[in-house]
Structures are given as structure tokens and as C-alpha cells.
Antibody, heavy 116, light 107 residues
């Protein structure tokens, strides 16, 4: 089955770090563009980051310099390293496969709560 | 950065109604627009890509149109399972962005 499954969310204090994982099956993460999208409680969707097939990475202004997207071909897994977390980073984080610019395969999401 | 706006922000409609949601980009983006449906507690689902192409498995009552800065999502005959929030998204820029969403609920 073609799917992505996120993990790694939880409750964390402001200023700390967290790494999210997105395990893919049925396709190869390094052969597709992959992206992270987040959704704060009761709010809309916010694009976070993307990694291209060639390894190029791009970030939303709100996370640039604090978050890092990466992938591991041996584990067929996408990651989001999140540093210097803030209360406003509290959200459900989704990973998605990107096909022709559209996010065509989404995971179920993992919740990140930043609070003291 | 490219800003996406949607109207209306919410609407109430009845089953079998025709529903039209509008999305506008802050600059011309050709047909680099995609549409998603999201139900409470669930991940978004891709409906339309490249402004007017129907994603595989999506019912034909959904359609998209537009180019440049103005785009529409049309549901030709609203069904009970279509009550949800709809988002447009631009893929013209490497810095992707979503519209704020349109919530469709039952009249």
C-alpha cells in the first residue's frame, strides 16, 4: 500500500528541539518531492518546507533558520528537525508527497504541542 | 511571497445545491493552483490539480477553472459527504502557500 506515516510529535517546552519522522511505503522518498504542512488548532493549513529530488530545500519564512527538512534513503523516511520551538509552532504536522506541485498523498499527522 | 485569498470564508448550502468557491492569487500564477478538501480531524485530500484536472478517484461533480490570478472550485450538486473545508494552494513559487479556507456547512 502506498502511504506515509508521521511520528515523533509530543509535548515539548519552548526553546527545545524535536524531530518528526515520516515513513513512506509503496514509493521511494528520494524519487519524489516531499513536503511538510502544519495546521494550528482551529486554523488553516500552513506550508512549512519542501525537499526536491536533487536535495534542494525551501522553507516558509516562519520556520527558516529553525527547521531542517531531510531524508534517509536507507530508511525511506522523511524528517523535520525542529529547533528553538515556540508556542506558535503548536500544530498538527503532516507530511505529503508532491506530484506536479500538488500534495497528492498525506499522512494522518502528528501533534506537536509547545508549552511550559 | 504569493498570497492566496478565498471567498467566501464560509457558506451554508443544501444537498443538491451548486456551490462555487473563489480563490485569488496576489500575482499571476498561470494554472499552478490545486484544491483540497478537509474534514474535521482528517488530513486534507487533493481534489483538483493544475487548476482544472480532476484527481483520480474524485467524483466528477467537482471541477476547477481559472488562470492567472482568479480561480474557482465548483461542486455541481452538493452531496452530504461534501460538507467540509476547502483550501486552494499555489505551486507557482518554490514557497508554496494555501488560501485561508472555505467552510461549507449544512443550511
Amino acid at each position: 500500500e502506498v502511504q506515509v506515516v508521521e511520528s515523533g510529535g509530543g509535548l515539548i517546552q519552548p526553546g527545545e528541539s524535536l524531530r518528526l519522522s515520516c515513513a513512506a511505503s509503496g514509493f521511494i522518498v528520494t524519487s519524489d518531492y516531499m513536503t511538510w504542512v502544519r495546521q494550528a488548532p482551529g486554523k488553516g493549513l500552513e506550508w512549512v518546507s519542501i525537499i526536491y529530488i536533487d536535495g534542494s530545500t525551501y522553507y516558509a519564512d516562519s520556520v527558516r533558520g529553525r527547521f531542517t527538512i531531510s531524508r534517509d534513503s536507507s530508511k525511506n523516511t522523511l524528517y523535520l528537525q525542529m529547533n528553538s520551538l515556540r508556542a506558535e509552532d503548536t500544530a498538527v504536522y503532516y507530511c505529503a508527497r508532491v506530484t506536479a506541485g500538488a500534495f497528492d498523498l498525506w499522512g494522518q499527522g502528528t501533534m506537536v504541542t509547545v508549552s511550559s | 511571497d504569493i498570497q492566496m485569498t478565498q471567498s467566501p470564508s464560509s457558506l451554508s448550502a443544501s444537498v443538491r445545491d451548486r456551490v462555487i468557491i473563489t480563490c485569488r492569487a496576489s500575482q499571476s500564477i498561470s494554472t499552478y493552483v490545486n484544491w483540497y478538501q478537509q474534514k474535521p480531524g482528517k488530513a486534507p485530500k487533493l481534489l483538483i490539480y493544475a487548476a482544472s484536472s480532476l484527481q483520480s478517484g474524485v467524483p466528477s461533480r467537482f471541477s476547477g477553472s481559472g488562470s492567472g490570478t482568479d480561480f474557482t472550485l465548483t461542486i455541481s450538486s452538493l452531496q452530504p459527504e461534501d460538507f467540509a473545508t476547502y483550501y486552494c494552494q499555489q505551486s507557482y513559487s518554490t514557497l508554496f502557500s494555501f488560501g485561508p479556507g472555505t467552510k461549507v456547512d449544512i443550511k
